[in-house]
């Protein structure tokens, strides 16, 4: 609505001013549901550091310290904002971004090669079954399609997810109207995630 307003002019000034008052109210409610949680993600990265396999490993320990430094950067705005501490504001958000992004990146890591892992599994069931062993591609990828959705929910998410801190850094440029739908599809999946728990990528 913001975007399509800002486009089109339809009572531009009030309506804007309006919208962007409502998206920095939640942006701020969201600062304060993650109060604490910065720990929780150094607790898992303590636990996700014994992984045998080396690339899961490394994928989701490096991206829990990153949320858990996100978190904490989050975290310092908020203080700031409420004039509790003093930082520099646009350098702490920069900050936030940032570790957002090596999250994101990492989280696209981690759902690729598990997917890749899936595939050949599958695969190979494939073929140990003699009377089944001509299966084309489409049906491999529908077999762990339904075997772990939770994957292909984690990976969607992620990619709709990666473009907002891209964005706030200034590396890319998209519309308003396009960072606002992958904020949307990213929130969504994330309510999915919490309202059906088998469709959330577990810990290992």
Do not use: M
Not at 8 to 16: D, M, P, Q, T
Not at 20 to 45: M, P, T
Not at 84 to 91: A, M, V, Y
Not at 170 to 194: D, K, N, R
Request: hydrophobic residues 40%; aromatic residues 10%; contains cysteine.
């Amino acid at each position: 609505q913001w975007y399509q307003r800002r486009v089109r002019g339809i009572n531009a000034e009030y309506g804007i001013a309006k919208l962007k008052q409502l998206q920095s109210s939640l942006s701020l409610a969201r600062k304060y549901f993650g109060l604490g949680k910065s720990v929780d993600h150094i607790r898992s990265a303590s636990v996700s550091i014994y992984i045998d396999d080396p690339i899961l490993r490394y994928s989701i320990t490096l991206s829990r310290i990153s949320q858990a430094f996100q978190l904490l950067f989050d975290n310092a705005y908020l203080l700031s904002s409420l004039g509790l501490i003093r930082f520099q504001s646009d350098k702490v958000q920069a900050f936030t971004n940032k570790f957002w992004l090596y999250a994101d990146l990492l989280n696209l890591i981690r759902a690729c090669y598990e997917i890749q892992r899936e595939v050949q599994h599958q695969r190979e069931r494939q073929r140990s079954n003699l009377k089944n062993y001509e299966h084309s591609n489409y049906e491999t990828c529908r077999a762990v399609v339904r075997r772990r959705p939770d994957l292909f929910v984690d990976l969607i998410k992620n990619l709709a997810d990666v473009w907002l801190p891209l964005n706030a850094l200034q590396i890319t440029q998209h519309s308003p109207g396009l960072v606002g739908l992958c904020g949307t599809i990213s929130s969504l999946l994330g309510a999915l995630t919490v309202w059906d728990r088998s469709l959330k990528l577990g810990t290992l």
